[in-house]
């Protein structure tokens, strides 16, 4: 039997407790994804991020901060919908995506950069982060031009994370405050 193919239109529109008992739910390529729960570090991780966004952008009303959102590439890929850990919405676009990104998903990289490259074609955003959940890093894809995209990592509890986009500094000490490494990655110099 054939699988049914689903649209990000539709997908979005449906509620997603009646895909399954997963935790979360992503459309990729018209095929429903699901994701199991996050682990405890990933929870802490992703509370302290947004608890710092959140308070930077108290106030704001060009752009607020969103969790668990739904994001539809705008062209060919209307058959997939991505859902960040976190965002920064301006208007009707994400501005700024964020993912915890665990040890086992590492070891997929290759769903990893196709997962970048559909936030990459969503209509708005300008910085992709992903926030790595084994060490104090973050890799953060800018928009330099229409199509080109810059990285800069990001390292170390001392280094900040600079949203150009929503002129938005983020200490990483804030972002892991409630997650304890090892000292020497702790302690790693700026990336």
Not at 152 to 175: D, F, N, R, W, Y
Request: aromatic content about 8%; charged content about 25%; proline content about 5%.
């Amino acid at each position: 039997m054939m699988e049914r193919v689903w649209t990000a239109e539709e997908f979005l529109a449906t509620d997603q407790a009646l895909f399954g008992d997963a935790w979360r739910y992503e459309l990729a390529d018209g095929v429903i994804v699901a994701h199991a729960a996050p682990s405890a570090d990933h929870g802490a991780i992703l509370h302290g991020l947004n608890t710092a966004i959140g308070m930077r952008m108290k106030g704001r009303k060009d752009c607020r901060p969103e969790t668990g959102s739904g994001a539809a590439p705008r062209n060919q890929q209307r058959a997939t919908a991505r859902i960040p850990d976190s965002m920064i919405r301006c208007g009707a676009h994400p501005r700024v995506t964020f993912d915890v990104v665990s040890p086992s998903e590492l070891l997929a990289w290759r769903a990893q950069d196709r997962r970048r490259q559909h936030l990459q074609d969503i209509e708005g955003v300008r910085e992709i982060v992903e926030v790595y959940q084994g060490e104090p890093a973050i890799h953060l894809y800018r928009r330099v031009a229409e199509g080109d995209w810059r990285f800069v990592p990001i390292s170390g509890l001392g280094a900040t994370l600079t949203l150009e986009s929503v002129e938005l500094e983020v200490p990483l000490a804030e972002i892991y405050q409630w997650v304890e490494f090892e000292a020497d990655t702790a302690l790693a110099e700026d990336g």
